[in-house]
């Protein structure tokens, strides 16, 4: 996630849960019609846990009780984000490897900070240029998408879906095919890597004016309020977009009209995950998806887990409400999957997190717990005058959190 600083994590968080609601499994086994990955951003196990006896039938619960379930997965390196975190579950690549070493990272060349998937020769299409994650030019590994349309010789389809370009671009690797929210026109959008003109399904579905139409509702509670745990107003939450600290949350972005405030006001809301949901059903339809014995691929990140935790923290009323709103996304997803395939033996299902999240510091620290907040930026100046007393020059050109570039000169 990006846009939300501060927010320090461990250096070496657990990815949340991978669990397969499967196939009983002989070797060789036909390989399933449709495989369905869901990542579910910023879930950490301890979150995932917490909820899990207030899951409704269909949803997280029933794949924990049904498939496998690994609850101490982990990752293996400190920048614990999302582009390395999504890129690494779908390479089986570490960072170092794959190339996505963080949300954004330093390009020598310009000396300037670039995110994770930039690329200058294949923008955005449908929707305002500009320095954007648009396509896996810079993803080095092979991907699962990249397996898949390899193997059938590109029959089988492997397409990615989520509110976050970074989720959806690493997902559908350098084979597959992309599908992103752009909070700018508030529609589905994808780059010129990918495609050059959407297909007539995908302008449909932007045609119904979806992200308008929650414009001046809000995100309210999804069940009674006795039901959640703690308080909903803290102190040290955020506010952004105009949404205040407390349910229910405006989702207008304190705009007249629908504009890319309102937009950034759903998609940062736990209503989102309706939203993905609907263009991923769209896109199991559009793209005929397990429709005959050629594996496909349907990779699908929920993205509000991970904005909710950051601004509210995932102690929070907010951080509650968005997974039970996941957990019946997911539901209706799997069902939707499950009818495209032919029943559930035709369908693999994988749910998983690109990383957990930390407390916000002053939640902790009110409890006693011993916590602050640091300041990447703090944190790279203090780093870099150090090592400039120490070594003379200047050391540290660029920091960004946990990474530090140096100058590589001395
Ligand atoms: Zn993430």
Redesign the pocket.
Known sequence: ?NGTPSLLRPAALATALALAAALPAPALARPPRLTLVV?V??LGTDQLLRMRARFKAGGLGSLMAQGAFFPNARVEYASS???P??ATLVTGAHPWRHGIVGNAFLNRATGKLEPTFADADHPVLEAPPGANDVSPANLLAESLADRVRLFTQERGKAVSVSA?SR?AIAMAGRLGQAWWFSEAVGKWVTGTWYTKEFPGWVKAFNEKGIADSYFGKEWGLLEKKETYLGEDDRPFEGALWAMGRTFPHPLSGGLPRPGKESYAALNWSGMMSEVVTQFARATIEGEQLGKDDVPDLLAVSF?AS?YVNHVYGPYSWEAQDALLRIDRALAALVTAAERAAGGRANLLVVVT???AIAAVPEDWASRGVASVRVSPVTMAQALGKELSAKFGGEIVVQGEAPDAYLSGKG
């Open positions: 996630m990542t951003d910023s984000r999302t582009g975190g999504h976050k989720a993205s991970d997190a690109d990383h």
